[in-house]
């Protein structure tokens, strides 16, 4: 008799190094990384003076990008800056979601009580990762409204004591603020998560028609999450630069 469907949120620790667990998620982290380092390692050595169309397509991509990040900071300063950053989300958050439906990830592991342990799993559906990535953005966005505007002008962002409204406004703010760790992690983690459940479930019990279109969909839905983590990134850098109300 089949013992059902079994989801298990946490990613599962394959061992141990120097005390610190080293789980499937992690795993998968490693090989996006080398994946993403090959990748640059053999696409700049191979680049022409005269391109061929997938460096054409690809530099127009980048160029494309890099012009939207310059005017969306009203400073092509700012935009050599941040742009490596901000590309590097993308790109991590992109390749994560999409090896997810590659053959033997999550598919491929050991028995553990019974249990299929999966050497590989998505690294946007551990919320270690999605929090991680969370606390980098959170504190690039910080750092850079300080070191641009000071920090007793941006700390006056949040903290208003000119009026009891101003002094309301800027709590707001600050709430609003440090929600942002919650809404970029949990955002990108049960979109991921989510999408896991429902083709595993798909999958028992139309195992040959439903999962297919649904992987399609999932496969889309990662790349909207890899745009939307890496566009909120650059806004949120665009509000931290801005002037506080009132200070004209």
């Known amino acids: 008799?089949?013992?059902?469907?079994?989801?298990?949120?946490?990613?599962?620790?394959?061992?141990?190094?120097?005390?610190?667990?080293?789980?499937?998620?992690?795993?998968m982290t490693w090989v996006v990384m080398v994946i993403l380092i090959a990748f640059a390692f053999f696409f700049g050595r191979s680049l022409k003076e005269i391109p061929g169309k997938f460096q054409a397509g690809f530099e127009m991509a980048i160029t494309g990008a890099f012009d939207y990040i310059a005017m969306t900071l009203e400073s092509e300063k700012l935009a050599k800056r941040f742009f490596p950053l901000i590309a590097t989300i993308f790109l991590f958050v992109l390749v994560s979601n999409e090896l997810e439906f590659f053959p033997g990830v999550g598919?491929?592991?050991?028995?553990?009580?019974?249990?299929?342990?999966?050497?590989?799993?998505?690294?946007?559906?551990?919320?270690?990762?999605?929090?991680?990535l969370a606390f980098i953005s959170f504190f690039t966005i910080e750092i850079t409204g300080i070191a641009m505007l000071g920090f007793f002008k941006y700390a006056g962002k949040y903290v208003n004591l000119k009026s009891p409204v101003g002094f309301a406004v800027g709590i707001i703010e600050l709430i609003s603020n440090l929600g942002r760790l919650i809404s970029f992690s949990?955002?990108?983690?049960?979109?991921?998560?989510?999408?896991?459940?429902?083709?595993?479930?798909?999958?028992?019990?139309?195992?040959?028609?439903?999962?297919?279109?649904?992987?399609?969909?999932?496969?889309f839905v990662g790349l909207i999450q890899a745009i939307v983590f890496a566009m909120l990134t650059l806004f949120f850098i665009k509000l931290a630069i801005a002037e506080p109300h009132g200070s004209h």
């Not at 491929?108 to 559906?125: H, K, V």
């Not at 955002?187 to 195992?207: C, D, K």
């Open 1 to 27: 008799m089949d013992k059902g469907i079994h989801v298990e949120l946490k990613a599962s620790v394959l061992g141990h190094v120097l005390g610190l667990p080293i789980t499937n998620s992690l795993v």
């Open 186 to 219: 949990f955002r990108l983690f049960g979109n991921i998560f989510a999408g896991e459940v429902m083709i595993l479930v798909a999958s028992f019990f139309l195992p040959y028609l439903l999962p297919v279109p649904l992987m399609a969909f999932e496969m």
């Open 107 to 132: 598919s491929i592991g050991f028995f553990q009580g019974g249990e299929l342990i999966p050497l590989l799993r998505a690294p946007t559906a551990d919320l270690n990762l999605t929090l991680a």
